[in-house]
């Protein structure tokens, strides 16, 4: 009896791996709002990842309790060419530039994230609040001068002549800014909306900090409307071709508007977007979210309002959120989305996987908002329930995570295998404990150009993904596929945090 109970046992366990392990797994591509017994990933481990990336990409003093240890203190004296206090904040990516621009948009992603799904995230709660206030405490510092905003420290041009760590920077840490005269609307209101959304994540925790965040984000909108124009325009030189802003700052005005109405309940706002949102671009059919574009976010997050909080005004969002929808369903109506073979939303061969996060966290944010208000999106005749938009998401993230014809994760450090040489200065280089003296400018780009494996391991950082047919080189010159950013991660976030939740791994 012994022999034969044991041998079941190993049966079972046989065959549960095959279901786990095989592309057989009938719940491979099922998603249960409820808990189903199999994930194919382990998303808790990947949600915990995802956050401690953000240490990585720290400037400025390090705490004691920095968990990334091979990074140290960098960019101390950021801020005095212009006699301010800019230090702090997050390289954005690969190079050692803060960019005020998409570090905005990373921290309102981020609040998102927190605010939709924090109530999920149990452990990782306190982390995820840590990353937020990492960005914010330098938001308030680069905006403490009224209708002043600095948004950049160090030349790029500059900075990517030279491979070397941000401990080791030698390149000039100039410092570009907009104002009255020089005016930056869009940057100017995705700092706002950053701000304002930030102010939801601490309103409980730490009042005193939230009332601080939201009226300083009052008062950067007020300067973002009312000295209007494109930062682009202003900082041409500087700015361009690295953050430049293509899409205009009307989407940026609506984004902050959005925000500013969500955190301050102040009716001129609504009226605002009652007022502006034609103009600022509401309608307009661009399915494309990221640091550039903000209306597809303005859309589902204004839905919210009609959806959830009955706000006939608005009713016009629910549309604009289904057209969003319906672009991203293969074979709806008025489907547009470009898939890879393999199944990966496919927007440009520049980071793509940008589009993929902030695709994946609108989709699972938008089926919360349809389930709480029992609606479902119209497709052309297609009804595209909640769950199909879940579905969706999480085939999105599971091909992130590995299941894709390479069998690669985009996460570093996740899983088997994934990316070895990362396009990432402070992960290629030796750190500061193995080579404690400097390395030059220039003699990092031996390192650049090898095929060694990063020494460092930036843990969580999301790469910029395979290219349309799936392929994925892992060269660590190949900025647009090996490079990662803030704004990848941030709002991975959320849906990693809804995808552990929802399959009982927290």
């Known amino acids: 009896m012994a022999l034969s109970l044991s041998l079941t046992t190993i049966l079972l366990s046989l065959f549960s791996f095959f279901l786990l392990h095989t592309h057989a797994n009938p ?12 994930a194919t ?16 990409q720290r400037s400025g003093k390090l705490p004691s309790n920095q968990r990334i240890s091979w990074r140290r203190d960098s960019g101390l004296s950021d801020g005095s060419a212009l006699h301010v206090d800019l230090v702090g904040g997050y390289y954005d990516a690969g190079d050692n530039v803060k960019f005020g621009f998409p570090m ?32 914010t405490d330098y938001l308030l510092k680069a905006t403490a001068h009224p209708n002043i905003i ?28 907009v104002d009255a005269n020089a005016p930056g609307s869009e940057v100017a209101a995705e700092t706002a909306a950053a701000l304002a959304a930030a102010s939801l994540v ?12 939201v009226r300083r984000a009052i008062r950067v909108f007020q300067f973002a409307d009312k000295h209007r124009g494109s930062y682009s325009n202003a900082l041409k ?74 706000v006939k005004s608005l009713h016009d969002y629910k549309g604009h959120s289904d057209n969003f929808v319906c672009s991203l369903i293969p074979g709806a109506g008025s489907s547009s989305a470009q898939y890879t073979p393999g199944g990966l939303l496919f927007k440009m061969s520049d980071s793509n996987m940008q589009y993929v996060t902030s695709t994946t966290f609108l989709l699972v944010t938008y089926a919360k908002y349809l389930t709480k208000s029992h609606s479902v999106v119209n497709c052309g005749g297609t009804t595209v329930t909640p769950k199909r938009l879940r579905t969706l998401a999480k085939r999105q993230v599971d091909y992130l995570l590995g299941d894709n014809p390479l069998k690669m994760s985009y996460m570093v450090g996740y899983g088997p295998r994934y990316p070895q ?21 220039s003699a990092g780009f031996g390192v650049m150009n090898s095929k060694s494996p990063n020494p460092n391991i930036l843990v969580g950082a999301v790469v910029g993904g395979p290219d349309q047919h799936d392929r994925f080189p892992d060269q660590r010159s190949d900025y647009e596929q090996s490079e990662p950013a803030t704004y990848v991660n941030a709002p991975l976030v959320g849906t990693l945090a809804y995808l552990a939740h929802s399959f009982g791994q927290l």
């Open 27 to 38: 719940f491979r591509s099922i998603h249960h709002h409820n808990h189903p017994h199999f």
């Open 41 to 56: 990933h382990n998303y808790r481990d990947a949600l915990t990842k995802s956050i401690l990336f953000f240490q990585g």
């Open 104 to 135: 905005a948009f990373t921290t309102t992603m981020l609040s998102w994230s927190v605010i939709e799904f924090g109530g999920l995230m149990k452990s990782e709660l306190p982390n995820a609040k840590e990353a937020v206030r990492w960005a």
């Open 150 to 177: 600095y948004v950049q420290v160090g030349d790029a041009k500059k900075d990517h002549a030279c491979w070397e760590r941000p401990e080791d920077m030698d390149t000039p840490r100039s410092v570009f800014k």
């Open 202 to 213: 601490f309103r409980r925790s730490d009042p005193t900090y939230a009332k601080i965040l």
């Open 237 to 310: 030189p500087f700015v361009c071709p690295f953050y430049c802003s293509y899409s205009g700052y009307q989407d940026e005005l609506l984004w902050g508007a959005a925000w500013l109405h969500k955190a301050t309940k102040n009716p001129m706002y609504l009226k605002y977007i009652q007022t502006n949102g034609q103009i600022l671009g509401a309608a307009e059919f661009d399915n494309t979210f990221g640091w550039d574009n903000k209306h597809v976010g303005a859309r589902i997050l204004l839905s919210k309002e009609f959806l959830v909080q009955n």
């Open 421 to 441: 040489r990362i396009h990432h200065r402070g992960s290629s280089l030796p750190s500061m404990a193995v080579h404690p003296g400097k390395i030059q400018c």
